[in-house]
């Protein structure tokens, strides 16, 4: 068995790996190229995140074609992926995760290399197109990049990506650094052309954010094929399917048999009491606890290298999985007859760290458990998340909260304005479900509070357009609120085509919302600026009384995009105030409370270094006593 440490890999070791890899012949067995473990190339180590050496192992690789939607922790791979030659790569962002798939799979199918790349949700969206590519395979390497969120660091679920491989028979690749990323990464395309089949690499929020170093290599080109002439293999028809499952079948059995022999698993030698079996960064967690114990690092998570898992465990007089979310392997490994030990020692949610790895070894009497440093807990300082200073999306959140409608909200930043103060959003289900929530909500007929959906612009390009044509179709008595900030906020402000701005920065068509609505059939339409309160207050009152679909569209670019507010900032005049502190219902953290007292309650100031000039604060505050620290600049025109 040819076992070769992987990981972090510099100089001799690149060359000790190097068979892992292709130089597309077809054989994911044969040698990469040889400048690539030059000791030129091998001096050329430099820090990258895994999302950034994803990126990069994709372009080594020759990927012509990469497209996604943006979502935390997966955002980066494209951001990076426009950051090489336009020549050498079309990157571009989509309208959404299925989009992105079926993009990439067309450019597959014409024979160059694609990719596409998402968050754990997101592979939710494109679930259609991935079952069914899986039955047609490929023609040039096909690559879907996802990233899961143990510990729900931005995301609405934890979801094990590993699970929905298994689901449509689609191998996982994991790497546990930044160098597994970019070379498995790499491999991915070589493994998928080889075996005719669309191949996963998952990587978790910890790998995709953590910088660690690489070695980086050279691009290889890789000639397009042209259009794969084959009707019965991509023309997904029953006929044509069911003599395609088989085929699919097959192909795991031999991924199974490839896996078992493959240099990309790790085998750590060490004390045979035990033996651990784990996989993607849960390793160096492992490592970093018992770091002379008997260690199998698998590099795909499915399918499983049966015959190495066997070997393994027959060195050993104990097994024990780490893995984080669902007990995958744990299931995988009981079921060729080993007795293993996981989720009864670890946790099945939340993200692992040493520490939970420790305990959970220790539960099993294997070590130790830690001493403990001191016989009390430190509480964090807990600070809410807030929507930013003078965020445009603030008063139509204020605006629902004094109108007491019923509000099914949707995924972003916005969604803040479920808690105090603004406390507005009374559900959120996932991406592009406000929308068709309220259409439910209004047929459901159990209240008499007005209904409204909000959305964010992106989010409604992303998967609201079809439930609004379901609205208008099915004549729901609704209003919709698009938030327009003309920017995808929460995942650090990407372009998308209500911007009129590629991935690349380049000028492209806009969006029209009101010209888009009108097609679909909505007979109530209007535009307002969010930072006049009283036209966005009157405004939702009319659209609340109109008998159908409404849509109200706040139009303010996002206060972190470089269209800003250039007015000046605003103060308090502490003599005036009356403590009323309406100006904290914006939930602005600009505004804090003083020590000094009006009639018992605090009175509130403003910090000027955080103050964006919008206004909002003055417009709400009834004693008028909110000012500009100097005379106030005309109000920007916004384009």
Not at 103 to 114: C, D, E, K, P, Q
Not at 430 to 456: E, F, H, L, Q, W
Not at 500 to 522: A, F
């Amino acid at each position: 068995m040819f076992l070769m440490p992987v990981g972090r890999v510099e100089g001799e070791l690149l060359v000790k790996k190097a068979n892992a890899y292709t130089d597309n012949t077809g054989d994911p067995m044969n040698k990469l190229d040889s400048a690539r473990s030059s000791k030129k190339l091998a001096d050329q180590a430099r820090p990258m995140t895994g999302n950034e050496a994803i990126a990069r192992g994709a372009w080594e690789a020759g990927v012509k074609v990469a497209a996604a939607y943006p979502g935390t922790p997966s955002t980066e791979i494209l951001e990076n992926m426009a950051t090489y030659d336009a020549d050498d790569v079309v990157a571009q962002w989509s309208t959404n995760e299925k989009v992105s798939v079926d993009t990439a799979i067309g450019a597959s199918l014409s024979g160059v290399r694609a990719l596409a790349s998402m968050k754990h949700v997101g592979l939710n969206v494109a679930a259609d197109s991935v079952m069914s590519v899986t039955y047609i395979g490929v023609h040039a390497g096909l690559v879907i990049v996802v990233c899961d969120d143990p510990g729900l660091h931005s995301s609405q679920n934890e979801q094990d990506t590993r699970v929905f491989a298994r689901l449509a028979n689609i191998p996982v690749l994991e790497p546990a650094d930044a160098q597994e990323a970019l070379d498995f990464t790499r491999l991915a395309f070589d493994l998928s052309e080889s075996f005719d089949t669309p191949v996963i690499v998952r990587a978790t929020t910890r790998l995709s954010h953590t910088r660690s170093s690489v070695t980086i290599g050279p691009r290889t080109e890789v000639a397009a094929k042209g259009w794969v002439d084959d009707y019965r293999k991509t023309v997904m028809i029953p006929g044509h399917a069911r003599f395609r499952h088989p085929v699919v079948v097959e192909r795991v059995e031999k991924l199974t048999e490839y896996f078992s022999e493959s240099p990309l698993n790790r085998w750590d030698r060490g004390d045979s009491s035990f033996g651990i079996i784990t996989h993607g960064t849960c390793y160096p967690y492992v490592k970093e606890v018992v770091p002379d114990a008997s260690i199998l690092k698998i590099a795909a998570s499915y399918p499983l290298p049966e015959k190495l898992i066997q070997e393994f465990a027959a060195t050993v007089d104990r097994i024990i999985v780490v893995e984080e979310l669902e007990p995958v392997l744990e299931v995988e490994i009981r079921a060729l007859g080993i007795q293993a030990e996981g989720k009864s020692l670890f946790p099945r949610v939340g993200e692992l760290a040493p520490e939970v790895v420790r305990e959970g070894l220790a539960k099993a009497g294997l070590i130790e458990a830690a001493a403990a440093i001191h016989d009390w807990e430190v509480e964090p300082l807990m600070r809410p998340p807030v929507l930013c200073a003078g965020c445009p999306h603030t008063t139509s959140y204020m605006a629902l909260r004094a109108i007491d409608a019923l509000v099914p909200g949707d995924i972003g930043c916005y969604t803040l304005a479920a808690v105090e103060p603004l406390q507005s959003i009374d559900a959120t289900v996932c991406m592009g479900a406000s929308i068709g929530n309220a259409v439910g909500m209004a047929k459901a007929n159990t209240t008499d509070r007005p209904i409204v959906a909000t959305i964010g612009d992106s989010t409604f390009l992303h998967s609201g357009i079809p439930p609004l044509i379901d609205a208008v179709y099915n004549d729901a008595n609704i209003t919709v609120i698009i938030l327009d900030n003309k920017i995808t906020a929460m995942t650090g402000g990407q372009n998308h085509p209500g911007t009129g701005k590629t991935l690349r920065g380049e000028q492209t068509h806009e969006v029209d919302y009101e010209e888009l609505c009108k097609s679909i059939g909505v007979k109530w339409i209007k535009t307002v600026d969010p930072y006049d309160t009283g036209e966005l207050f009157q405004a939702l009152r009319e659209a609340t009384e109109f008998k159908g679909v409404s849509v109200l569209i706040s139009y303010r670019p996002c206060v972190l995009d470089p269209v800003k507010i250039k007015g000046p900032a605003l103060v308090v005049k502490a003599a005036t105030c009356t403590a009323c502190q309406a100006c904290m219902n914006l939930g602005c953290p600009a505004i804090t409370w003083i020590d000094e007292l009006f009639e018992d309650k605090h009175k509130v100031e403003i910090n000027p270094v955080s103050c964006i000039g919008c206004t909002l604060c003055a417009q709400i505050c009834p004693s008028d006593c909110i000012q500009p620290l100097a005379p106030a600049a005309e109000t920007p025109v916004i384009s």
